[in-house]
């Protein structure tokens, strides 16, 4: 997983910025979910796995971000998933973990019905749950952020060939609808916390004019950013330089930082240094032009045969520039 992914997973992880990210994707905005609602859930799941030796080991596989909503008597696990490039096993992958969460949940109902040797002889006993038991929902998000246009799978049946196969025995395939949400597809205005800033400025982080005119329009905010915001920030547009210089920008009265000031800084000085750049351009190739001018010059006398004038070329800037007219150069 890459920094921008950890970064993010940990902003997420808090259940004020989780459950307004969940209102987003799920309620269009209207707030439903509130952070006093959210528990903490099981992240990991461990599977033996036989490797090419033969020998079983544990295989651990993790959750970005995962939480228990609970709204007695019911409760849902929600997941997101971040994901910042095309993954053509992506329902496959979400399934899985689906698959693992609802494995974990039944083995635990198994266990304590073992620990309590409660269950009816038969089909309870058998199954190692009682009819009545239930297993606790689990919903994936799928959280894509990344610049091409996801053009990967989007259910499970996206990645079967499914060539061949007639209309009745399609209906028997079993398909898993991944729940993705790109980053186009969400509205800032569904967003309060900080979440507004950083989805609108990644959706504008292709250009930085569009970026500066955010920032400007939206000073308020954005001149007091908490240092954990700061830096997502800087890591999720790129803005690599801004986070070095990230304590040049703190207002000790107030305690945060100053993102404005700090990134039309950055442009200001990416404008200066194009200029700069531009200038040195502009000399390397007009040194080069002379040089060839010249070069195409001291051709035409040598094959004129006025070889004194070379010598005088070489060394008087007036009478080069009465021969360049006179030879059309």
């Known amino acids: 997983m890459g920094k921008k992914n950890n970064l993010l997973n940990q902003y997420l992880e808090k259940a004020e910025i989780f459950a307004e990210f969940c209102n987003a994707v799920i309620y269009g905005g209207q707030t439903e979910i509130r952070a006093q609602d959210l528990a ?55 399934r899985e973990y689906d698959d693992m969460e609802l494995v974990t949940q039944f083995s635990g109902l198994k266990r304590q019905h073992r620990a309590a040797k409660d269950l009816k002889e038969g089909p309870e006993y058998l199954s190692g749950i009682a009819q009545t038991d239930r297993l606790i929902p689990v919903i994936t998000i799928v959280f894509y952020h990344g610049r091409e246009k996801w053009t990967a799978a989007r259910k499970l049946t996206d990645m079967l060939d499914m060539a061949g196969i007639d209309g009745k025995m399609r209906k028997l395939v079993p398909d898993y609808q991944m729940n993705l949400v790109c980053l186009e597809d969400l509205q800032e205005e569904h967003f309060r916390t900080g979440l507004r800033d950083l989805i609108a400025l990644m959706k504008r982080r292709e250009d930085r004019e569009a970026m500066g005119k955010y920032l400007a329009e939206n000073q308020d905010r954005l001149e007091h950013l908490d240092s954990e915001l700061y830096d997502l920030l800087c890591v999720m547009l790129n803005l690599g330089s801004l986070r070095k210089r990230k304590e040049k ?74 021969l360049y007219l006179e030879y059309g150069l």
Not at 47 to 52: H, P
Not at 278 to 293: D, H, L, P, S
Not at 305 to 322: G, K, W, Y
């Open 40 to 94: 903490e859930a099981q992240q990991n799941y461990a599977r033996m796995k036989r490797g090419r030796d033969g020998v079983l080991r544990s295989r651990v596989r993790e959750r970005d971000v995962i939480k228990l909503l609970c709204r007695t008597p019911h409760f849902v696990k929600i997941a997101l998933e971040n994901q910042d490039s095309l993954h053509f096993g992506m329902p496959l992958r979400c």
């Open 249 to 322: 920008y703190y207002n000790e009265e107030t305690e945060d930082y100053r993102m404005c000031t700090a990134f039309r800084e950055m442009l200001a000085d990416s404008r200066k240094e194009g200029r700069q750049e531009g200038i040195e351009i502009g000399e390397k190739r007009g040194i080069a032009f002379g040089e060839q001018r010249l070069s195409m010059l001291i051709e035409r006398l040598t094959h004129d045969n006025r070889h004194e004038d070379i010598l005088h070329v070489c060394a008087d800037a007036s009478v080069r520039q009465q």
